[in-house]
Every structure is written in C-alpha cells, then in structure tokens.
C-alpha cells in the first residue's frame, strides 16, 4: 500500500489539479480533510470513493444526497463548525461582557463562508452586538489583518474554521 499525502497549504485554487491528478492516476481512495478538498473531489470524480471530514452540511454542500445512505462514492464526518459559529461569539461575549462589537475573520475561498458570517451575524444581533467581517485568504491577507487589529484595537477576534487558518497557527505544519 502507498499512502501520499497532498497539501494545498491552504491555497484552495490548487485543490483541483491535485485532485485530477489523483483521479488520472487511478487513486484507491481519496481522503479529502477539508471541506474545499472534498468540494473539489466532488467536481472531479464519480468513481472513486472518497472519504471526506467537512466543517457543514454535506447535503447543502452537495456532497451526498442523505446522512444515512449518501448515494454516491462519498462518505464521510461532519464537525458542525457552520452550527457552532453562533455558539463562538456567545462564547467570546461571555468571556468578555464589555465587548460592543466583535471582530471575525473568514477565508472567502472557503464554501462554508457565506453560512458561517450568515449565522455570526444573527447570533451577533441576538446579543446586541457589531459583528465586523475581515477576510484573509493569503498569508498577505493574514499579516495585513493582524497589522491592522494590533494598532490599539481592543476589539476580541473570533476566528472561523478553516483549514487555511490552522495551517498558520502557532505550531502549523509550514
């Protein structure tokens, strides 16, 4: 048996040549442990089995067609990180009572983006919050950031799931 491991490091617009790549090679499986990695093993392949880990709703992502009978050479775990992006800024506004706004930072790339600022913003309102969305998809993207909220900001930062984001934290793989 021959195990590769591929890495996008975090450059999603890579994802599709390595997954066509694996496809015209005749991979046995393919183990997509992102959801951009399964999104882009989806558009590429029909025949392969592919096992997939993916922060949202594999249904709305088009991944499978059911939890329990996926219909298709996909199956996988879900970690219901879009679920949870509500419970994050209740979180951070229990830790910090006297925050009036919040800051999160999301990687536009990612397909669970949209849902993840989506539910940050109701449970913002809900708790009578300023929600304010930066984005960073590149590690240009992430030191202009981080430039710009160290500059006497006091303003608590929550950090959206992604891949991207944890191969750049402290002890990443880089």
């Known amino acids: 048996m021959t195990i590769e491991c591929h890495w996008a490091e975090g450059h999603y617009e890579r994802l599709p040549a390595i997954i066509a790549d694996l496809v015209r090679r005749k991979a046995s499986v393919i183990a997509a442990t992102s959801t951009p990695a399964a999104a882009a093993a989806k558009a590429a392949n029909t025949?392969?089995?592919?096992?997939?880990?993916?922060?949202?709703?594999?249904?709305?992502?088009?991944?499978?067609?059911?939890?329990?009978?996926?219909?298709?050479?996909?199956?996988?775990i879900i970690s219901m990180n879009v679920e949870l992006a509500s419970k994050r800024l209740q979180l951070m506004h229990e830790a910090l009572p006297n925050a009036t706004t919040i800051v999160l930072l999301v990687n536009p790339p990612d397909p669970l983006t949209a849902s993840a600022s989506k539910e940050s913003a109701a449970a913002a309102t809900a708790l009578g919050l300023e929600l304010k969305v930066v984005r960073a998809s590149s590690e240009q993207d992430l030191s202009a950031v981080f430039d710009s909220l160290g500059r006497g900001n006091e303003e608590p930062l929550v950090i959206?799931?992604?891949?991207?984001?944890?191969?750049h934290g402290e002890g990443s793989a880089l």
Not at 47 to 76: C, E, M
Not at 160 to 167: E, G, I, Q, T
């Open 160 to 167: 959206a799931s992604d891949a991207f984001f944890s191969s």
């Open 47 to 76: 025949t392969i089995p592919v096992v997939f880990t993916t922060s949202g709703d594999p249904i709305w992502l088009g991944l499978v067609s059911s939890l329990n009978k996926p219909g298709s050479n996909f199956t996988g």
